[in-house]
């Protein structure tokens, strides 16, 4: 038994060998992009944050050096495609993370032309404000407990497809569904919600509309944030619709809030 | 251009048979200890300077004028046989040959001028014996890894018995075991093929010019055959290694009339783990293979063979406390079941017919308290195929036929329940498969040979039909005896795809059958090379060039679940893919020493409209340079040496340049981006590892035994399993956490014995 034993031991260690180390990448030189995130609301006034990127491995805590990254003093206006009107914003010196906001508000299905001007780069990109949805009905089912004591709830949202499109419709902004080959159709969003166990519960859902660079944008982005360190995912490349720069210049239009009340 | 191949088929077929002569000998060349048959033994008239060889059932058939004639019928790794023949009628002339004494010849190939020879290109005939004598990680001999070590075959991750043949996907290979297609060839995650030497008796890769009988994948073809279990003597081998043991048996039924092979290998991994695992915790992980074959000869003209694979691999983990019961049940596996019946309607022409069945399935159980879900993937298929072989003259050797494959995928079948609650949530589609094939052999001339085929395959699923025509041409002209050039054409379609949601090759990869929305993948591929033996074919030597360009190839959207996505077709990207290089092949096929060198200069790239910004980018094993060296010594009866060095550029990845931040979805803050690079523009460093082994057999009265002890990666080289990159990596220099790539390794030196028998 002892013998076995050791060649089990042996065998294990060579087994479990597995070496980790830390490997130099030889990459080339990160020049830092201006970094632009702009979505569309229809009716409200558009915001704008600017900033820019940095090395990937020469940052020691991205959390503060990052916030520290945001841009001022450029010149950011634009131009409804659709009314031939342009909109220069202002740079709102308050906030932390130095907000340019344009005056005007913003019309559903109009296209938008944004142009960037900052220290002498030049960055452009294109949006149209889609069409707001209308919730239909909602249903729910309980699900079970969460580990706080609070219920889980799970929502069937239902809504009719817009005409146009692609539509990509979301209740999180993070995962959208597409109306590609379901056009006219009536569509279900299903959501997990965990909720406090203050009965009767009150819940305010609704569904966005994006555009499909919207829709790209924000979905690659939230599966990046959450394989970031999952070693075995495949990498999510974000797209941004940004000429000369990243990010998001986009639009989403949002329904009108459907009350849903749950009682115990 | 359809009609042309027609009409230039045609008028090979016509031209061989006008010229054909009066009388054929026919029949069926046999190792003559075994009974084997023997795939690939040539029969050569040298007065005539014409002759034949053995199809894949040992059947050949030579029509030629009545004569007196010598006729040589040779085989590598068996003494050559000479029969004087009076041709004055139809005869039919079995043969059997001796195999060489150890000495004489080292089995390495088939026949020994075949590469220069035959019309075909592309194609190698895999050395089953060096799989055996080659040294191998953990002692298990495993053919996919002597595969990789051919050119134009890119190995996968590191250990890994996966591949990659000229630039296309681990999905575009198809491998047949006994005519009956494994989906999954692989054990371990992928670390081991599921393929036992000991049941193996032959296999063909397919690289390039692929005859039309073959067809459904875009890179290439592996034809592996079973033993068909000696029709003499009753006859075992086995071993016993470091993590698994095998047996072989064989032995004849009704001597000379019908004979079994059965053969079964198991790991122990889980006895070996159970004394180290804490108390209430259960995990085991263990895989086994069984194969198995009858054949029975009914008659001159009628044989059959049945023969069947089982495999698979089965991990479970449980945690038992009170209150608390948690456990995962995983088991994936391959069976088939092949029935094959060979009829011989004339000395001229000669038929198969086969019934398969194959099935791969891919369970996870899981149980978490009130929660107990299985998962199910898979795919199966039954079908019935015909092939005939038609001689009708020393000029043709046409081949055709037709199959046809009812096929069940089932990407993901989800049942279960919570509490009393079930639920269930199931995605079958039914497919139809169907190919008819011709080809013909045709010899022109003493210089030019051609091969030319044309295949019509057809796909069915729901309201979606495909029907496709695939032309494929092989021309060869002899330079002299020992010197040819060949070149080829060949159009495929590939009807099944595979989504695969990691790097490594995981059962979790399911297959998808093409729909309204994926369209058949296709690839065209021209290839052209020059063939040389030298000293009496001692060596063998080839240099090819080639081009592939493939369409429709998928990639699935960045995150998508393929596993519980019930509209799986939305999410996929479709693209294109070519692939271009250069092969060398130098084999040393007799003496003291063997072995072979290869070396590939290759480039493979993809395209995507949705990917990278519409530009193109490297495939992940798009590898610059890959070469391999390897090498048998045999010092005497009882000692031998073996070698393997392997050197390649290492594989693409994507890394992160820059970082920035954008306001989360909600109020959830600032979110943290990555800015990537080009997909796929990081190369790793370099692979390469030197693998040694040394054996020691001993001849006893009544078996024969042998010590091997082998060292895998001997100078303990850190090659890369996979690149992740941490961005919480803990410098332990600067003790802060910071980003940084880290390179998994996980073979170091492995030094292995292992015991082996024979009787």
């Known amino acids: 038994m002892k013998k076995a034993s050791f060649f089990t031991l042996i065998l294990f260690s060579l087994l479990l060998g597995s070496c980790e180390k830390n490997i130099t990448l030889d990459i080339p030189k990160y020049d830092s992009k201006v970094v632009v995130f702009c979505v569309l609301l229809p009716n409200q006034r558009a915001q704008l944050s600017l900033s820019l990127s940095q090395s990937y491995y020469s940052y020691a805590d991205t959390d503060t050096t990052l916030n520290n990254h945001f841009i001022t003093n450029a010149k950011v206006y634009i131009t409804d495609l659709t009314a031939g009107t342009t909109d220069t914003f202002q740079e709102d010196t308050f906030s932390q993370n130095k907000i340019y906001f344009g005056k005007k508000f913003i019309a559903t299905g109009h296209t938008y032309f944004l142009h960037v001007n900052y220290n002498g780069k030049i960055l452009t990109a294109q949006t149209t404000v889609p069409m707001p949805p209308k919730i239909d009905h909602v249903d729910y089912l309980k699900l079970d407990t969460t580990f706080y004591g609070g219920p889980n709830y799970e929502f069937h949202v239902y809504f009719n497809d817009l005409p146009g499109g692609p539509n990509y419709f979301s209740v999180d902004n993070a995962n959208f569904i597409s109306d590609v080959g379901l056009a006219g159709k009536q569509l279900e969003i299903i959501e997990d919600l965990s909720l406090a166990p203050n009965y009767p519960i009150t819940v305010d859902v609704q569904v966005n509309n994006a555009n499909k660079e919207t829709s790209d944008f924000l979905s690659n982005a939230n599966i990046q944030n959450q394989n970031a360190n999952n070693p075995f995912s495949e990498p999510v490349i974000v797209e941004g619709n940004i000429n000369g720069g990243l990010g998001l210049f986009g639009a989403i239009s949002q329904s009108p809030f459907f009350k849903v009340i749950i009682t115990k | 251009m359809k009609q042309l191949l027609l009409t230039l088929f045609v008028f090979f077929v016509i031209t061989g048979v006008v010229s054909a002569k009066k009388y054929t000998i026919s029949g069926y060349v046999k190792d003559a200890a075994t009974g084997e048959v023997l795939i690939g033994a040539s029969l050569y008239v040298p007065k005539l300077k014409t002759g034949a060889v053995t199809n894949a059932y040992g059947f050949y058939s030579l029509t030629l004028n009545a004569d007196s004639i010598g006729l040589v019928i040779r085989s590598m790794g068996y003494k050559a046989v000479y029969k004087k023949i009076d041709l004055r009628k139809n005869i039919e002339l079995n043969v059997n040959l001796q195999t060489l004494e150890l000495g004489e010849v080292v089995i390495v190939g088939s026949k020994a001028s075949e590469n220069v020879e035959k019309p075909q290109m592309g194609v190698i005939d895999v050395p089953i014996a060096s799989v055996k004598e080659l040294p191998a990680i953990f002692g298990e001999k495993d053919l996919f890894k002597v595969l990789q070590l051919l050119p134009g075959v890119q190995a996968g991750a590191e250990g890994s018995a996966g591949f990659y043949v000229r630039g296309g996907g681990a999905d575009e290979n198809l491998i047949l075991l006994d005519e009956a297609v494994i989906y999954n060839p692989f054990h371990m995650a992928g670390f081991f093929s599921i393929f036992n030497g000991d049941a193996i008796k032959s296999v063909d890769l397919y690289k390039g010019g692929f005859p039309a009988q073959y067809g459904g994948r875009l890179s290439s073809i592996i034809d592996i055959s079973m033993k068909d279990g000696n029709m003499e003597s009753f006859h075992g081998e086995g071993g016993i290694g470091l993590i698994s043991s095998r047996l072989m048996l064989e032995g004849p039924i009704v001597k000379n009339k019908a004979s079994f092979m059965v053969s079964a290998r198991r790991t122990y991994l889980d006895l070996l783990i159970k004394p180290f695992l804490p108390k209430g915790t259960e995990a085991a992980y263990y895989f086994y293979d069984i194969n198995a074959k009858v054949n029975y000869i009914i008659s001159d003209k009628d044989r059959v063979y049945l023969s069947g694979y089982m495999g698979a691999d089965v991990l479970s983990t449980s945690l038992v406390n009170p209150g608390d019961t948690t456990g995962v049940g995983v088991s994936w596996g391959n069976k088939s079941a092949t029935a094959r019946w060979n009829h011989v309607f004339s000395p001229k022409l000669f038929a198969n ?183 009496d074919n001692a060596f063998e030597t080839s240099a090819e060039v080639y081009y592939k360009k493939s369409n429709n190839v998928i990639e699935y959207q960045p995150g998508t679940d393929i596993f519980f996505n ?181 073979f170091p030196i492995i030094p292995t014995f292992s015991y082996n028998f024979k009787f």
Do not use: C
């Open chain 2, 353 to 535: 017919t086969t019934f398969i069945y194959d099935d791969y399935n891919f369970t996870i159980n899981e149980q978490m308290n009130a929660l107990q879900a299985k998962i199910t993937s898979g795919i199966n298929d039954v079908g019935g195929k015909i092939d005939f072989d038609w001689f009708p003259s020393p000029l043709n050797h046409v081949k055709f036929g037709g199959i046809y494959t009812y096929s069940e995928f089932i990407p993901s079948l989800v049942e279960g329940q919570i509490g009393s609650v079930g639920f269930t949530n199931e995605q079958t589609k039914y497919v139809h498969n169907a190919a008819v094939y011709i080809n013909d052999e045709y010899t022109f001339s003493e210089k030019w040979s051609f091969n030319i085929g044309l295949r019509a395959p057809y796909f069915g699923y729901k309201q979606t039909d495909y029907f496709d025509v695939e032309p494929r041409f092989t021309a060869k002209y002899s330079l002299d005896k020992t010197t040819s050039l060949k070149a080829s054409y060949v159009m495929m379609y590939q009807n099944i795809h595979l989504l695969s949601n990691s790097s490594i090759s995981l059962p979790t990869d399911i297959w998808i059958p093409s729909s309204n929305i994926v369209k058949p993948e296709q690839s065209q591929q021209v290839s052209a090379g020059i063939f040389k033996n030298f000293m």
């Open chain 2, 566 to 746: 019930p509209n799986i077709d939305n999410a996929l990207y479709f693209g294109q893919g070519w692939s271009y290089g250069l092969e060398l092949f130098i084999k040393k096929n007799v003496g003291k020493f063997t072995g072979w060198l290869g070396y590939t200069l290759s480039w493979a790239n993809l395209q995507f409209a949705q990917l990278n910004n519409g530009a193109a980018f490297p495939a992940t094993y798009d590898r610059r340079h890959d070469f391999s060296l390897t090498g048998i010594y045999n010092f005497n009866k009882n000692w031998s040496f073996s070698g393997v060095f392997i050197y390649e550029t290492g594989s693409s990845l994507t890394v992160p340049l820059g970082t920035y931040v954008v306001p989360g979805p909600g109020q959830n803050g600032m979110v943290q981006l990555l800015d990537y690079g080009s997909m796929n523009f990081y190369k790793l460093p370099a692979y390469n590892r030197l693998d040694i082994g040394i054996k020691y057999t001993r001849q006893h009265k009544k078996y024969e035994d042998e010590w091997r002890f082998d060292i895998y990666n001997a100078y303990s080289r850190q090659n890369p399993y996979f690149v992740f990159i941490d961005p919480n990596y803990m410098d332990p220099n600067a003790n802060i956490s910071r980003p940084a790539a880290v390179q998994i390794s996980i």
